[in-house]
């Protein structure tokens, strides 16, 4: 970049004219191209490689670079791909020493790596050699630079516990052709069980998992200390919970979850109570009717007192283990109010309040009130969940359900084992949105529709940017750079190709705006949005050429271009070429955004090759008169970006992402 920067300031000092006037060339575009290809280069590369700083918050839900359902970095493999944790001290043959600093080193037998990260439920970490913190609510380690030769880093064991590692390994560090491998390091208490009593018949937890040699643990879930001391002991049975507990306080026997069937109300576990969804709607697997036992994805809701119910039915799917309802005033995920019930393997139902910013795992809300009467069940076929939420807002972002609130979009989701990603084929493929907004309040019937159909708005407007950057005003730059020398007709076609990318672009911010309703912030849109202002600069100097270059009006020699050209010409190519370089990073920036295809960064990557080669090439041509040649050549370089831009498209328009 230094360079670049020298060879910028030559080529500026090299222009200066007899008469003291400055030019800006083509000379001086070229090497500015130059150097923001490489930058546009760097920028999205950094999507493939891995960030320089260490893995993205998106890793820490399943460990998947980018975050789940991506594909920016490649595929997963198979088993560890020959990474393997090593800790410093060894590791006894009962497990960790508790309360003890290990250095812990990624280890590898084949393969390098391009980034790295840990994650762990118990202890913590230090960074050490190329690692830093990593972005991870629990304690989580990653890599603080690109393609590190070493990585180690010190983990500070708990004093007890069975530890989980989960470590994802990143390589061949390309979004077409990359590797990564997620593998789990299992650890237990290395403390001396030998002598410790049947911890079972006492209704303990084993003595790995204890603090004190040759003793239990604490008590097992379901049961409690009668004498209110949480430690361990090899003598006292611990007393089970109430029958309607699944777990409860030590000494008190009080409740802290309640058993399948039952509900928490005023600190006390009570049967559930039968739901009324009769003042409500519900929301299918378009196609179905709700009330049949067919219907593979059903969503009801009910007003019923101070409270609105709701109830998840999934069927037909063996992996179920959450769903979820959003309440949105746009057809898409960004800016929700979100309620998820899970179901773990005990039968226990959590309900969570919680609000989605963008397309990503939904954070919790700060105040979980308000949520009551929650039950369910799952098994291989089927998954039931229902529960209550108060008709007044919890929480500022919350939906209300009170006379005279806003009508919105719902959606509901559900999926596997991790609430950030949810089901994406089959009959009853989620998200299931509703076709228009609802007033939660009325008994209407609700039409829905699936998600993929609502981001079609979207896939327009990825299809109509990329043609009118990559393709349409590509061309009309190189019409000017070639075409200028075979005759007049040159200003027109450069004229008439920006003016219909402008048009395109007005029509493809318009048609974002019908999806996402509102302005969402990423660095996607500030991209695009400085993109959209620059090209409304540009037509505004194309409009006062005359005036700025200070051209008489009343010439008509069609060489004089008045005496301040340069000056014209400093600004339209500069902004030209940023606007070239920009609107490509653009792309890059919405593809990695939205999930999309890494085939279509591949060819973003080609087309980006393709136009810096073309700026360079031009530069050896200018002295060249055959007019024919430099035709042959415009008509190449149109054709490999006209090319490039089908290929995009096609990805973008067949993709499947949906919410």
């Keep these: 970049n230094l360079t670049a920067v020298k060879l910028t300031k030559h080529c500026i000092f090299d222009q200066i004219t007899r008469d003291g006037s400055f030019e800006m060339t083509w000379n001086i575009a070229t090497t500015i191209f130059a150097v923001v290809v490489v930058a546009v280069l760097g920028s999205v590369a950094e999507v493939a490689v891995g960030y320089s700083t260490g893995a993205a918050s998106g890793?820490?839900?399943?460990?998947?670079p980018g975050g789940t359902g991506?594909?920016?970095?490649?595929?997963?493999?198979?088993g560890n791909g020959g990474f393997a944790l090593q800790f410093l001290p060894a590791l006894n043959s009962g497990g960790y020493t508790p309360s003890t600093t290990y250095t812990v080193t990624l280890a590898r037998s084949t393969n390098n790596y391009a980034g790295f990260l840990v994650i762990s439920d118990l202890g913590s970490f230090t960074p050490g050699t190329n690692t830093?913190?990593?972005?991870?609510?629990?304690?989580?380690?990653?890599?603080?630079?690109?393609?590190?030769?070493?990585?180690?880093?010190?983990?500070?064991?708990?004093?007890?516990?069975?530890?989980?590692?989960?470590?994802t390994a990143l390589t061949d560090h390309s979004g077409s052709s990359g590797k990564y491998w997620i593998f789990e390091t299992v650890l237990t208490s290395g403390v001396d069980c030998s002598s410790a009593p049947n911890c079972m018949d006492l209704n303990r937890i084993s003595c790995a998992d204890g603090n004190t040699v040759n003793t239990c643990g604490e008590c097992d879930v379901g049961f409690f200390e009668s004498s209110g001391a949480s430690v361990p002991k090899n003598i006292d049975s611990c007393q089970p919970c109430n029958e309607t507990c699944y777990s409860c306080v030590d000494g008190t026997n009080a409740c802290v979850e309640c058993a399948p069937g039952y509900t928490m109300s005023n600190l006390v576990c009570v049967p559930l109570s039968e739901k009324n969804f009769t003042l409500g709607s519900s929301l299918s697997t378009p196609g179905c009717d709700p009330s049949l036992s067919s219907c593979p994805a059903v969503l009801e809701w009910g007003r019923e007192g101070s409270v609105m119910n709701f109830r998840f039915t999934v069927r037909g799917f063996s992996n179920v283990m959450w769903a979820g309802v959003g309440f949105s005033t746009t057809p898409s995920m960004p800016n929700s109010d979100v309620l998820t019930a899970y179901i773990a393997d005990t039968g226990v139902v959590s309900v969570r309040n919680r609000y989605s910013s963008g397309r990503n795992l939904p954070t919790l809300d700060d105040d979980q009130s308000g949520i009551s009467n929650q039950g369910g069940s799952r098994n291989d076929t089927h998954f039931v969940a229902e529960f209550s939420r108060s008709l007044v807002p919890i929480n500022s972002n919350d939906a209300s359900f009170l006379p005279g609130a806003e009508s919105m979009y719902v959606?509901?989701?559900?999926?596997?084992?991790?609430?950030?990603?949810?089901?994406?084929?089959?009959?009853?493929?989620?998200?299931?949105?509703?076709?228009?907004?609802?007033?939660?309040?009325?008994?209407?019937?609700?039409?829905?529709?699936?998600?993929?159909k609502v981001r079609f708005a979207t896939a327009i407007h990825g299809i109509i940017m990329v043609v009118a950057w990559l393709f349409i005003s590509t061309a009309a730059t190189c019409v000017a750079e070639t075409v200028r020398y075979a005759g007049p007709i040159w200003f027109k076609l450069h004229r008439n190709l920006q003016i219909m990318a402008v048009l395109l672009t007005i029509a493809g911010v318009a048609f974002i705006f019908t999806d996402v309703g509102s302005l969402v912030l990423s660095n996607h849109a500030m991209v695009g949005i400085s993109v959209f202002a620059l090209c409304l600069v540009q037509s505004l100097l194309g409009l006062c050429r005359n005036t700025i270059s200070k051209k008489d009006r009343n010439s008509t020699d069609p060489d004089d271009h008045g005496p301040r050209r340069w000056l014209f010409n400093l600004f339209h190519h500069t902004i030209g070429f940023i606007l070239l370089c920009a609107s490509g990073l653009a792309v890059g920036l919405g593809i990695h955004l939205y999930g999309g295809d890494s085939r279509a960064l591949t060819a973003l990557y080609i087309w980006a090759g393709v136009v810096g080669m073309a700026a360079i090439v031009s530069r050896l041509m200018l002295r060249r008169r055959s007019s024919r040649l430099k035709m042959v050549f415009t008509c190449t370089v149109i054709g490999l970006c006209g090319a490039t831009t089908a290929a995009i498209c096609g990805l973008i328009g067949t993709s499947n992402n949906v919410l």
């Design 59 to 64: 890793a820490c839900s399943q460990g998947v």
């Design 70 to 78: 991506s594909t920016t970095h490649g595929v997963l493999q198979n």
């Design 132 to 167: 830093r913190s990593g972005p991870c609510s629990v304690p989580s380690i990653t890599h603080s630079k690109k393609l590190p030769s070493d990585v180690s880093f010190q983990w500070v064991s708990p004093s007890s516990g069975t530890v989980t590692m989960r470590t």
């Design 411 to 452: 959606f509901f989701t559900f999926g596997p084992d991790d609430i950030g990603r949810h089901a994406m084929n089959g009959d009853a493929a989620s998200p299931i949105l509703s076709a228009n907004i609802v007033n939660l309040r009325s008994t209407s019937t609700v039409a829905s529709t699936l998600a993929s």
